[in-house]
């Protein structure tokens, strides 16, 4: 039995150095301390040994069952710490990796030219109205001095829904909104999206405006100029100058065509100012009488300027853009190019 017990103890050496993960260790465990393992079947074996040995023999089982649980308890420990490293290894962050690009989006350039008016005529104390897309006939035309079978109404190609509803054509509508809600001293901006049936490299079936209306005693032409120079210079920059053509929209009296000196080539005559100095950029006018009467307003005690901007047509010329239809296509690689 002596013997044996060697054999077993050189044997546990063995199978401890390969002792190295869970598994392996669950396995040295059955196979020397579990219910059937070789150290419980030495006790049993005790009952054949001579009885006057069985003591001193029992003595060795016992020191190699210590042993032995020592041992297991060593390797124990070091699977522990094997597992903790493996798993720092496989958790380790590597600095050196480069990070992911992660690309900040940007405001559309109609966006960034309709704040930037806006900007000019907050800081003229200008307050924000926003009206409907849909609007009624009469907001739309009847009321801005364009009664039905006028043939004002040719000059936009109206989207009607029903006889009396209709896609805004203007913001122009938005004029008689306000001036049915607010008493003068009135001076508002209205941006919106307007609706024309008319579609090619500059036009477009849905675009942008923005209206301006100040009402108020005393308000002349003088005034329109005077905010309409700001506007530009803060647009196209400091040296430009702007002039009024006279023109005709049927809600101001007199009405003109504002034109800015071409920004490209200082005035001289180029291909954008198409070899006039001037490029035209907006309408505007006199609010005619019959509109301010139209709101219940005395024409004769107050008088008011209005005008009306297309922001695509300012967005176009300000970046150069000759074709209205990438402002709606989306195209990453066109409005990129805004990232401030
Ligand atoms: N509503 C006009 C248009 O869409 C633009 C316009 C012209 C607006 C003169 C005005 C104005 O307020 O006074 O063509």
């Given at each position: ?21 869970a598994?392996?260790l ?17 006790m ?44 720092n ?53 009847t009321r ?45 901006l ?34 329109l ?11 196209f ?14 809600f ?25 100095g001037?490029?035209e ?6 609010v ?5 009467e ?19 047509r300012?967005a ?6 000759n074709?209205?239809?990438l ?14």
């Amino acid at each position: 039995m002596q013997t044996d017990i060697e054999a077993l103890r050189a044997q546990m050496r063995e199978d401890l150095k390969k002792v190295d993960s869970a598994d392996t260790l669950k396995n040295f465990w059955q196979e020397y301390l579990g219910k059937n393992g070789r150290i419980p079947a030495l006790m049993k074996d005790l009952r054949n040994v001579a009885p006057e040995d069985r003591p001193s023999m029992g003595k060795i089982i016992n020191e190699l069952k210590n042993r032995v649980q020592e041992s297991y308890k060593e390797a124990e420990a070091r699977v522990k710490e094997l597992e903790l490293t493996s798993q720092n290894e496989a958790e380790t962050v590597d600095i050196t990796m480069p990070a992911k690009i992660r690309q900040n989006g940007s405001l559309h350039p109609i966006t960034l030219v309709r704040n930037q008016i806006i900007d000019v005529f907050a800081g003229m104390g200008f307050e924000i109205y926003e009206g409907p897309e849909i609007e009624d006939d009469t907001h739309c035309f009847t009321r801005l001095n364009v009664p039905k079978d006028h043939p004002a109404r040719d000059m936009q190609d109206t989207f009607y829904l029903t006889d009396e509803l209709l896609l805004r054509t203007q913001t122009s509508a938005g004029q008689i909104r306000v001036m049915d809600a607010e008493k003068p001293p009135i001076k508002v901006l209205v941006p919106g999206r307007v609706f024309r049936s008319d579609s090619d490299a500059t036009h477009s079936p849905m675009f942008h405006q923005m209206e301006g209306l100040v009402v108020d005693k005393d308000i002349t032409l003088c005034d329109l100029q005077g905010m309409l120079d700001e506007l530009c210079r803060n647009l196209f920059g400091s040296e430009v100058r702007t002039r009024l053509r006279p023109s005709y929209f049927p809600f101001t009296e007199p009405s003109v065509e504002v034109d800015v000196s071409c920004f490209e080539c200082g005035g001289k005559g180029c291909g954008l100012c198409k070899h006039t100095g001037w490029i035209e950029i907006l309408g505007g006018g006199v609010v005619n009488r019959k509109v301010l009467e139209n709101c219940g307003i005395d024409p004769d005690v107050y008088s008011g300027i209005a005008f009306g901007i297309g922001i695509e047509r300012i967005a176009m010329l300000k970046y150069g853009i000759n074709n209205i239809g990438l402002f709606f296509q989306n195209n990453i690689r066109f409005l990129e190019q805004f990232r401030a």
